[in-house]
Structures are given as C-alpha cells and as structure tokens.
C-alpha cells in the first residue's frame, strides 16, 4: 500500500468518490467540495478544484464533451469544464439538491438522481444547461431515494431506489416488479451489468441478485446470493465487475 497525503494538511481526508479522465488521470472527489487530482504517473494528490462549499462530492463523470459532471450530498451538482465551475440546484431546476449518482447513456443523455427523484441534464449550444426532471408521488412525507441506474441491452432506463427498480418510460418513472421473487420490490444500492447482459444488483438485506432482461422487458430473477450461500452479509452497497468479469461487492462486512 502507498498512502498519498491530503495536499491540505489542515483539511479533513475523507474521500468518497474517484473518477478516471480520459487522460488517464484521476479524481477524487472529497469532503467539503474539494476535488483532488493524480495525474497519470505522479504519486501526489493535488487539489484541483474547491466545488461546493461544504457538502461532499459523492460522484463524478466525464461526459462525451470532455465536461466534468460533480454530484453533492445536499448542495446540487457543478460543471466543470477547462477550470470553470457552474453549479446547479434546486433553484435552477434541479428536483433535489442531493445528488448520488450519474448516468451517461449510449447516445449521450445525461441522468443524475438521489434524494427524490431524477434529473435529465439537458445541453445546449452556448454552454447553457438545461433540466427535465422526473419523480415518483408517493402521497406521504417520506420521498424515495435513487442510487443508481443503468440502460440496459435493449435501451431500458433503470433506475434503483430504496423503494425498488424504477424504469423511465413514456416521460414517467414507472415500477418496475422482478419477476419470480417473492418480494415486490428491493432496497437497491448498485445495479451492474455483466459482458452476457445480466444484471447484477445489490441491496440492503437481500444479499445480491442476478437477473436477465426478457424480451418483453420484464425483469427475471435468476438466482439470489445470500449469507446462505456464502455471503459475508446481506448487505451489500457497491458493486464492480472488472475486465475479467469478476464481480467484486462491498459490504459492511469487507
């Protein structure tokens, strides 16, 4: 293990997020908005940017454009293109300010999602920013909360909530049921897919499922890892499947 120094000594070191460019360098995304840097070959971090004032940077993403995506725990999401930042929030159209994740999909559409709701980011010419946003009445004071999401293989926009898997479908986020379980619906922390097509997807209690797509675009359970098959936990909050198509979870338990 090689640890690499916070560049700000006097700051707090909790890091949440990392995100490699297409220059191969990477960055971290940090507590307090600060957004550090390792370039390709260098052992030191450098602090590239101080995004947001106080919340953390909990995703980052470079779109096609070359354009940094930021996502914060409760102060919107920035843009970051060439040394210049423009941050976003409710006030500008954002359903929520806290936003966790982000989605590109194959033709360049952006999604960014957490407490509440969806958001598609919408580019014009001009570097004008615009948002088309999308949620799920639930008729009570508790909203839902999207991790995650995903296009699958046949062009499906998924999105995974503590409230199940919801699919973006004629301008409305619609439920989406796991056909052969005997739940209706799943706390879902992470949805990937694997190099056959299949879906990947963590939860909290439900250990981690694996599922295919029909083609009538049901989702179809195909089996149900839990501690009873070997499992550390049941809890599972992130997931990774790499070049050799290993899938690699994380859990509170290691």
Known sequence: FTPIVHPSPEALGEVYSVWQLKDRSLLFGAHRGQVLKKRAGSSTFSLEASIFPQAPVYDILEDKDGDVWLGSGFQGIARYTKGKVQVYTKQQGLRDNTNLFFLCTKSGELFTGGDDGITRIIKSPGHKTGFKNYFVATGSNNYITFKTGIETPGG??????????????????????????????????????????????????????????????????????????????????????????????ISHAG
Request: charged letters at 20%.
């Open 156 to 249: 499906q926009l998924l999105f995974g909530s503590n409230a199940g898997i919801f699919e973006l479908r004629n301008d409305s986020l619609q439920s989406v049921r796991i056909v052969g379980s005997k739940r209706t619906n799943f706390f879902v922390t992470d949805i990937q897919l694997d190099s056959k097509g299949l879906a990947w997807i963590s939860t909290t209690g439900d250990g981690i499922l694996i599922c295919s797509f029909e083609q009538n675009g049901t989702i179809k359970l195909l089996k149900q890892l839990t501690e009873t098959t070997g499992l550390a936990s049941m809890i599972y909050l992130d997931l990774l499947i790499d070049r050799q198509q290993a899938t690699w979870a």
